[in-house]
């Protein structure tokens, strides 16, 4: 799909989406390989307003985390209660493992889910927050099982990273990322907002304007306000991570993969296009869908709004949306357009995974598609590695890929990769459709291990 399609959909999409929510305002940010190629209002509002964007904040919080780690403030693997000591958690067996911070950036910290309560803690004071740990938190699980959502779990990293620091956990924050991102239109306190867009709270009858908290102890977990604009520079500086060129920053790039990377299991949902494994990492989900692959996202519900941030790595698509109403349901609907949109152009972006794979792969793909015009013994010999003849004798190989030969000519489609050592990849013929597979051995040179072909039904 083109820019200007993919554009016009996203755009169509949203103003029936708003209208069937009765959302006042939507503003919608489009991003491509690095660029912001759209940037749109729904709703007749002019573009480059503030939204509160909630649980977005977890990311910003995650990031500094990280960065303090890579800096030898503190080890993932550190106790809370060395940061901590007063906390208190009611609920654990005495021998029960200590909680850390990786646990709470992960939510595997055994609290129970807490939206609605977190939502309206936002503004809550340092010191009753403080007070609350001491009295008792209580806990569903020991640490690091299972995942269970918390925005508990990330006001107390905003409490660790205050205590690592020697400042506001707002402070710190603006110093280790948002000025060095010159993300200027992103902040904790609404009084340092400049031309916000009013939140809108549903009630039975009528929508009422949302009153707005300063900054408190869960402003680490849902605090932030911020634009397209900026969301759009955060989104395409935590994705360039998985370029070999990355976006120079204060977060390295393995650590913006290890964020964006599966940390615990979550769920596994199903769909018309197949299955989505939903994974948490730090401070962003991983969805990895059975057509499409990988897409990071995290959406945002607080009351008076609704947000939601997406991209799908491979194909450099992503989105960012933003709506001024109560848990306004964004992620659903963005997870759909960014999934049409990717499904339509993952032909066009094949060129790009070429540039991932390693040459090896390269050249046993053009081995795999000489060999289906024709057979030749010598040249798969070059290449095979010692286990290839063994798991499919030779001659039941070339068999199979004679008998298909005469499907073609053929004609390379869309291309798919889950690693530099690996290629999935149509082949369009006159009288079929083909999928090959190869996959590199860890030698050096890599050999082929895998090499699969089948035909596709329909």
Known sequence: MDVDSARALVRTRLEEFASNEHIRDIEFGLLHHRELVGHESIGGAPIGRAFRIASMTKSFTAAAILALRDGGALALDDPVAKYLPSLTRVGLPDDGPELRIRHLLTMTAGFPTDDPWGDRQEGLPIEEFDELGSAGLSVCRVPGLAFEYSNLGYALLGRVIARVTGRAYVDA??????????????????????????????????QIEQ????????????????TVSDLAAWVTFLSSGWRSKAIEGPLDRWSRREMQSPQT??????????????????????????????????????????????????????????????????????????DEIVGETAADDSESVLGTLWPETIAAMNLAESLLMEWDDSALDDIAAMNLDLDQPRHERRAQWSDLTALG???????????????????????????????????????LQALRIERREG
């Open 409 to 447: 000519p053929f004609v390379r489609g869309s291309l798919t990769s889950t690693s530099p050592a690996h290629a999935s990849w149509t082949m369009t013929g006159a009288q079929g459709e083909l999928r090959i597979d190869v996959l590199m051995s860890p030698e050096y040179p890599p050999r």
């Open 265 to 338: 299991f979550a769920r596994l949902e199903s769909g018309p296009d197949g299955c989505v494994a939903q994974s948490y990492g730090m401070g962003l989900y991983v969805a990895e869908s059975s057509e499409h692959g990988r897409f990071i996202h995290h959406s945002g519900g607080y009351p008076g709004y609704g947000s939601h941030m997406r991209w799908h790595p491979e194909s450099g698509w992503g989105i960012v949306a933003l709506a001024n109403r109560t848990y306004a349901p964004m992620g659903k609907t963005c997870a759909t357009l960014l």
């Open 173 to 206: 924050v603006r110093d280790i990322l948002l000025a060095p991102l010159g993300l200027d239109r992103t902040t904790y306190d609404v009084r340092q907002v400049r031309d916000r867009a009013i939140g809108w709270h549903p009630l039975a009858s009528e």
């Open 211 to 226: 009153s707005e908290p300063t900054p408190g102890a869960f402003s680490p977990m849902g605090g932030l306000w911020s």
